[in-house]
């Protein structure tokens, strides 16, 4: 790592140059000597994307499971559970096989294959079929209905994301709880709007944690600085836009994360306008399609840019270029590498993701993508919250819009859209975006006593935007 | 904008008349709903002016307040509208019981409801310095409870098992033009509801029990698909879309005009007309600003004259008189029009015929006026419902309300092709040919025994965006839940493969007719109503730390009725 790119972001105690490491390392030690230490009832941790939050549930849960403590985590989706009790298991193997996980689930919840044959999981759909297991993992929902039980300790993940009402329902639960999540992400959201509990630190439309926070003053919250999912050329694009008062650093550096491609795949790959039985090598968009491609690989990002245009939610024509990318990407035969995971794979369709905002939007990348739709995860951003991939595809939130309203303005979406990569990330939007925020400023009502909440999405998207204009390519 | 809702205000501006959005009417209407027109006098927060109200077009009472500012007098006004309203509502209970059915599972754990949560009122001490978010709105509102009275928590509370073992047969329902008017209902009701009967500043005995009344409308208002405070606005922009925006379509004039224009005129040209405000007075609360400079506040400053020499002299009352009758007229002048307008709204929609649905939302809203009803007379009961919700009145609240807006949601695309359109457009939903059906398949379920899931193909051109494992229900076939097994493109359009359950009986071959045959043309949609989150919340002396911890029980207290009365 190179001092300059290092020691401009953070120092450590005494003003020496910490490696990314050793300064994760000096937070989380913190965090479970708080956590540990009885004096506070809630311990709260910010995270930015991929900074190891799940690492760090691991290591609190096992550490208590260790040392003879039972304990509960909550998580807020079925997904969530199943690849904490996977990460739970395969780190209690090592330690101590003798301890066993719970997997709390729905009546008639049928485990993933991969927590098949785990020796030391159990999974029920009711306290007393997993027979008191060291650590019992649920979501939200189901740990509401639990009963006539109790927990010293209680660990809650993604707490960002789970609504105060629901952490009211489980909240008698436990006595001491980590509260862990990413306050960049999506807020919890309601269908119904009503402004009657504005204001009230219980809010039950908050966040777990805003109202935690709001009700008890006193409670320690800490960041974790670095981030491992993302890529250099994330950094400041994510941070100044999303954690602009806590920042964070990537673990690797200018270089380290690469993407290259081995083959020029063919035109055929295009469903854009190539008939069957292929006219000119490259069809019209593939010029496009492969530079921005090539972009992204140099640089870390890419913005295809589609003509401006007013459009439904499904755009047809930004549906394809979506599909077009991702299918390029592939036939191009990618392969990320990074040096400071001393990793080199090649991209398959199961490392590459593409979010939107819409499920309608989803839906029609699913059908432009055909079979690769099987392999390829196409999502909605609140779906693909807490996930990683290698190369990201995403349709922007205001591509064609007339309006921007809360909804795509929300900046938890577009962040969460703009992180979930390890390598790159390629933006599809049509050309436009900058007059429609110009002439939507934010004109969301303050209310008194609320939290104003940072960073505002309308700054947020003019941020990202300015970046991703760098690393234009027109269609 | 829905693209469906989209395309009405196009075609609606295109042909200068209001076009259907919906093909039955989704709100329930009473024999004899009270419509409520009120004004309130401009530069003090909902300082009732004026109000026409009534259930007869041709009798409605009309009732003013010399001068607004003056509390005594505004008061009295309350009075006034309590005699006509808790006369409404005593009429609706007169109407007759019947009995409810017992809850289906007895057993089924009922959330610690019943009368949790008497008093609670930290918030009173935590909020307290809000000062009242419309503040200067109830000015008198120092009155304040603490949250979580029973009233709210009652109010609050969501479970379906009735909480009294009969329903009246009627409920008072109460039109108002608009939103705004809903919005004076409620502050009126909170600078009403706390107010002491006894000691200084005493008011009319009614004045409480209408605000208790109002507050209950108010949040009855925030029910979705609660018919018992309606604005007429919001009713009409359910069934039409106009060639309008929708700011001007909270103008009812305006509205109307393009539903139902005067004969001779399009809907536009009517609409510019209804924009006069001489000529179409806002339908308020808030009043048109040239008629409060020219007209009413020559009328107001007669009525103080007269009330000062009254004072001075002893005498001149028909000095008096003679001011509160113009201050009488004036008013009337600017309700009348809004007045024939809510009653010709009320025509319009009766016009349509009733949603299935309608009736059972209807039950609920009957339901809870009789639950409210008992609880206003009950020896420990009456108590003025709270300032705030407390963590927990607040959270079962929310859960309530979504509940019910999935509910209703999924009821309107049932009961209404025009609303299923919109829902088809964005491939939540779809109508189809049956072209395959498997009737006798069988397969075994989680525990392995043989059950009877037989399996229908429609063909669709709508653009069915349905991800595999959807469930989806058909408003011809209520019973019965299918889940998509496959939705796969085919000649213009789709081929939704999907795998059928419930409403087949008990045999192993369901009976005829209880799965699609071949041929028969059917609409699928995916908007259901599901189990929502509903487990136990704590009681509100239960609160956790994490909310705050348990409220102090609120004490009612001297003071609560204090307040500036100049």
């Excluded at chain 1, 290092?6 to 708080?34: C, F, H, K, N, Y």
């Excluded at chain 1, 029609?364 to 999502?379: C, P, Y």
Aim: glycine share 10%; with cysteine.
């Amino acid at each position: 790592m190179s001092v300059t790119g290092a020691g401009a972001r953070v120092t450590g105690a005494g003003g020496r140059l910490e490696s990314p490491a050793a300064a994760a390392e000096r937070v989380i030690t913190a965090i479970l000597a708080d956590f540990r230490s009885g004096r506070h009832r809630g311990v709260v941790v910010d995270s930015p994307p991929g900074a190891g939050k799940s690492t760090l549930v691991v290591r609190a849960a096992t550490g208590l499971a260790v040392d003879g403590e039972r304990l509960m985590i909550v998580a807020q989706t079925n997904e969530q559970v199943d690849d904490l009790v996977e990460k739970l298991a395969v780190a209690l193997a090592d330690q101590a096989p003798d301890l066993r996980v719970g997997r709390l689930g729905r009546a008639g919840y049928v485990p993933p294959p991969r927590l098949d044959g785990l020796p030391n999981v159990v999974v029920g759909s009711d306290l007393k079929s997993l027979a008191d297991p060291d650590i019992t993992v649920a979501t939200a929902a189901k740990w509401a209905y639990v009963r006539d039980s109790a927990w010293r300790w209680a660990i809650v993940d993604e707490a960002y994301q789970m609504r105060s009402d629901a952490l009211l329902a489980i909240a008698r639960l436990f006595e001491q709880a980590l509260f862990v999540g990413d306050p960049g992400q999506l807020d919890p959201f309601s269908t119904v709007e009503n402004d009657r509990w504005r204001g009230l630190t219980w809010d039950p439309m908050q966040s777990a944690v805003a109202v935690l926070l709001r009700s008890n003053h006193d409670l320690p919250v800490h960041n974790l600085p670095v981030s491992w999912r993302l890529p250099r050329s994330a950094e400041r694009v994510v941070a100044d836009a999303f954690y602009p008062f806590t920042g964070f650093r990537t673990g690797n550096d200018d270089g380290d994360r690469r993407l290259t491609f081995t083959g020029r795949g063919s035109a055929g790959d295009l469903a854009g306008g190539v008939p069957a039985g292929g006219v000119p090598a490259r069809g019209a968009g593939a010029g496009a399609v492969d530079d921005v491609l090539d972009v992204a690989a140099a640089t870390g990002w890419g913005l295809l840019e589609l003509p401006p245009r007013y459009t439904l939610r499904t755009d047809a024509e930004a549906v394809r270029a979506v599909a077009d990318v991702t299918r390029r990407l592939l036939a191009r035969g990618a392969v990320a590498s990074a040096l400071d995971r001393r990793d080199e794979h090649p991209v398959t369709a199961g490392q590459v993701a593409v979010g939107a905002a819409h499920r309608d939007q989803v839906a029609a990348i699913r059908a432009a993508l055909g079979e690769l739709a099987g392999d390829v995860v196409v999502d909605t951003a609140n779906r693909l919250q807490g996930r990683e991939y290698d190369v990201t595809v995403v349709l922007h939130p205001l591509s064609g819009r007339r309006d921007a309203t809360a909804f795509h303005l929300e900046a938890g979406r577009l962040c969460v859209l703009a992180s979930r990569h390890r390598q790159a990330c390629v933006v599809v939007a049509r050309a436009g975006i900058r007059e429609l925020l110009d002439t939507h400023p934010s004109h969301e009502p303050v209310h008194l006593r609320e939290p104003v909440r940072f960073p505002d999405g309308w700054a947020a998207n003019q941020t990202v935007l300015a970046q991703l204009e760098r690393h234009a390519v027109r269609l | 904008m829905s693209a469906v809702e989209a395309y009405a205000r196009l075609l609606a501006a295109r042909a200068g008349a209001a076009q259907p959005v919906a093909s039955v009417r989704h709100v329930h209407l009473s024999e004899r709903p009270l419509v409520l027109v009120p004004l309130t006098m401009a530069g003090e927060a909902n300082a009732p002016l004026a109000a026409l109200v009534g259930t007869d077009e041709r009798a409605p009472a009309l009732l003013v307040v010399g001068q607004p500012r003056d509390r005594a007098l505004r008061f009295a006004f309350a009075s006034e509208l309590a005699g006509i309203l808790l006369a409404h509502v005593e009429r609706c209970a007169a109407a007759g019981t019947e009995p409810v059915k017992p809850p289906k599972a007895a057993a089924r754990q009922q959330p610690a409801t019943a009368p949790a949560g008497r008093g609670a009122g930290r918030a009173g001490a935590a909020a307290g310095g809000l000062g009242g978010a419309p503040a200067g709105a109830d000015a008198a509102g120092t009155g304040e409870q603490g949250t979580d009275g029973p009233g709210a928590d009652w109010e609050a509370e969501a479970a379906p098992e009735p909480a009294e073992p009969v329903r009246f047969l009627d409920a008072p329902q109460v039109l108002v033009p608009n939103r705004a008017g809903i919005d004076f209902v409620r502050l009126f009701g909170r600078s009403t509801r706390f107010r002491a009967t006894t000691g200084e500043h005493a008011v009319p005995a009614a004045v409480p029990v209408l605000g208790r009344w109002l507050t209950y409308l108010a949040g009855r208002a925030e029910h979705p698909g609660s018919a018992s405070l309606v604005a007429m606005t919001e009713a009409l922009t359910l069934h039409w879309a106009t060639g309008q925006s929708a700011l001007e379509d909270a103008n009812l004039a305006a509205l109307m005009a393009w539903i139902d224009p005067p004969a001779g005129l399009s809907g536009p040209e009517a609409a510019l007309l209804a924009e006069d405000p001489v000529r179409w007075p806002p339908a308020g609360p808030a009043t048109d600003p040239q008629f409060d400079n020219r007209v009413l506040a020559p009328a107001i400053r007669a009525y103080d004259a007269a009330a000062a020499g009254q004072a001075g002299s002893g005498g001149g009352d028909e000095r008096l008189g003679e001011a509160l009758a113009e201050i009488q007229r004036v008013a009337r002048t600017q309700l009348e029009p809004t007045w024939r307008l809510m009653w010709r709204a009320v025509d319009r929609l009766r016009a349509l015929p009733a949603a299935a649905s309608a009736p059972r939302r209807w039950e609920r809203d009957r339901a809870r006026f009789t639950a409210y009803y008992s609880y206003l007379r009950d020896s420990d009961g009456g108590l003025p419902q709270a300032r705030r919700d407390g963590a927990v009145a607040a959270a079962r609240r929310l859960g309530a309300l979504e509940r019910e807006l999935a509910e209703y949601e999924a009821d309107r695309a049932f009961d209404d092709p025009l609303v299923l359109a919109g829902h088809r457009v964005t491939g939540e939903a779809f109508v189809g040919t049956v072209v395959g059906a498997d009737r006798e398949r069988r397969r075994p379920n989680e525990r392995g025994s043989l059950v009877t899931r037989p399996l229908v193909q429609l063909r669709t051109v709508d653009p069915a965006r349905l991800a595999t494992g959807t469930r989806v229900r058909s408003p011809a076939r209520p019973g019965q839940t299918g889940v998509t097994l496959a939705v796969e493109p085919a000649d213009d359009g789709f081929l939704v493969v999907l795998e059928l359950s419930g409403g087949m009986g008990r045999s192993k071959v369901p009976p005829p007719g209880s799965v699609p045959k071949v041929g028969e043309t059917l609409a699928y949609t995916s908007l259901l109503v599901e189990g929502a989150f509903s487990a136990g919340l704590p009681a509100p002396e239960d609160t956790p730390w994490t909310h705050g911890g348990p409220p102090s029980p609120y004490e009612p207290a001297e003071q609560d009725a204090r307040e500036l009365w100049e």
